[in-house]
């Protein structure tokens, strides 16, 4: 789903208790009545920072309040977790704007159970894949592979003879692309939760780890 303009967000995060906003890191917005949680240490969000934030939540609220989460993607796990309850049961009033521009890194328990919204402007959902066909072709293979055809692909990115870790994330790169694009355009939860698997392969590639390893074993 998108929108058109920063300043309609607040007005859609009050017809639910929990909203997702993708837009610019840079991008500045202000509203009343909103606690802003963002990372203090190491650049997480920690659990102890969402449990302050529960805690001040227990007091009755008498007009809209917003607890804003920038960027969401610093979440931890255990903080997403502390999160979950009340993302699913949101008291009355209270309504939690996570804001990130990178959706895909957040964990699928928190990516499932919300609206996503994009900054029309600025988004590039609909934007063409711009690597070469071949790239795109074998990315397209990945996402839809079975276990059993893993290795037949880890072998076909290892005939490439010349930059062949470039070449495999390339391949892995587009794949998550190809995954991060088509669960926004259509909302369905299968390709959100392949996304988790193909950025540990890129990951695990890119530290100099066995390609065709980790291609077939990350991604099973």
Do not use: C, W
């Amino acid at each position: 789903m998108f929108f058109d303009n920063v300043s309609e967000m607040f007005e859609i995060a009050k017809r639910v208790g929990f909203s997702i906003f993708v837009i610019p890191k840079d991008l500045e917005f202000s509203v009343k009545n909103a606690i802003v949680l963002k990372p203090e240490e190491k650049s997480v969000i920690t659990i102890e920072q969402v449990q302050d934030v529960l805690l001040k939540l227990s007091i009755k609220q008498t007009e809209d309040f917003f607890v804003i989460i920038r960027p969401a993607d610093a979440l931890g796990r255990e903080a997403s977790n502390a999160l979950l309850k009340n993302l699913e049961e949101p008291k009355e009033k209270v309504h939690f704007v996570l804001v990130t521009d990178t959706p895909s890194k957040l964990l699928e328990t928190i990516l499932s159970r919300a609206a996503v919204y994009f900054l029309r402007e600025k988004n590039d959902i609909n934007e063409a894949i711009k690597a070469d066909k071949a790239v795109v072709d074998l990315a397209r293979k990945f996402v839809v592979a079975k276990p059993s055809d893993l290795p037949a692909l880890a072998e076909e990115v290892a005939k490439k003879k010349d930059g062949v870790r470039a070449y495999a994330l390339s391949v892995i790169g587009t794949a998550i692309e190809i995954l991060y694009k088509s669960y926004f355009k259509t909302g369905k939860i299968v390709f959100a939760k392949k996304i988790p698997k193909f950025l540990e392969a890129y990951e695990n590639i890119e530290k100099n780890g066995h390609i065709k390893l980790h291609l077939v074993a990350d991604l099973l």
